[in-house]
């Protein structure tokens, strides 16, 4: 079964730093641009960042420029987003999606391939 699974979210104190990964399983990641998106409790889910087929072309929310950086290492099927600075308004759950030769996208209104489940990021003292 063809998925994408996020991983490495948790509780981290402002300013800390998290990298979440998303990895693809039953399909390699290669040909696809990925979006990183964030749901918090009563909002609607936004784009984050995005990162394109061949790496080459990255995009990131002003809320997030400057703290958080993507990239992608293919021969692990995998994408990162490195998160540094971190606020408690970055709490919540991210997601990851792709797009098969598609472009870098922060719309969720993008025919996106694949979702992932979501890892929950909660930012707190």
């Known amino acids: 079964q063809s998925q994408l699974v996020e991983s490495g979210g948790g509780l981290v104190q402002p300013g800390g730093s998290l990298r979440l990964s998303c990895a693809a399983s039953g399909f390699t990641l290669n040909y696809y641009a990925i979006g990183w998106f964030r749901q918090a409790p009563g909002k609607e889910r936004e784009g984050v960042s995005c990162i394109s087929v061949r790496g080459s072309n990255t995009n990131y929310a002003d809320s997030v420029k400057g703290r958080f950086t993507i990239s992608r290492d293919n021969a692990k099927n995998t994408v990162f987003l490195q998160m540094n600075s971190l606020r408690p308004e970055d709490t919540a759950v991210y997601y990851c999606?792709?797009?098969?030769?598609?472009?870098?996208?922060?719309?969720?209104?993008?025919?996106?391939?694949?979702w992932g489940q979501g890892t929950q990021v909660t930012v707190s003292s």
């Open positions: 999606a792709a797009d098969r030769w598609g472009a870098c996208s922060l719309s969720i209104a993008t025919m996106w391939d694949y």
